[in-house]
């Protein structure tokens, strides 16, 4: 099961971090993932990485201003977003696999529920 939250109102540079904490068996997860989905908009990715390695992969769209990290003792991914724009506004996902790191949502079999994130303008 994972838990997803964080999410607020922010205005325009702002920034939240986002937690997502899986519960339940966990040693047969390999990728966990942010996607996120804006009004009138398909479900996109936004980071992702592995739980083991660490290796971490980022839309270009919030390349250099979000970070993806893990905390393995706590079960918990989170996503930190910093410079935040009017276009992050959108329904915040977390999702987990445990096949390698995908960008596509296909690629995950476990889904949490959403936080909103609202920036404003």
């Known amino acids: 099961q994972l838990q997803a939250s964080g999410g607020g109102l922010v205005q325009t540079g702002g920034s939240l971090r986002l937690a997502c904490e899986v519960s339940?068996?966990?040693?047969?997860?390999?990728?966990l993932a942010w996607f996120r989905q804006g009004p009138g908009k398909e479900r996109e990715f936004v980071a992702a990485?592995?739980?083991?390695?660490?290796?971490?992969y980022y839309a270009d769209s919030v390349k250099g201003r979000f970070t993806i990290s893990r905390d393995n003792a706590k079960n918990t991914v989170y996503l930190q977003m910093n410079s935040l724009k009017p276009e992050d506004t959108a329904v915040y996902y977390c999702?987990?696999?445990?096949?390698?790191?995908?960008?596509?949502?296909?690629?995950?079999?476990?889904w949490g529920q959403g936080t909103q994130v609202t920036v404003s303008s």
């Open positions: 990485i592995s739980w083991s390695g660490g290796s971490t």
């Open positions: 999702a987990a696999d445990s096949a390698v790191v995908a960008v596509g949502e296909q690629g995950y079999d476990y």
């Open positions: 339940g068996r966990t040693d047969n997860l390999n990728a």
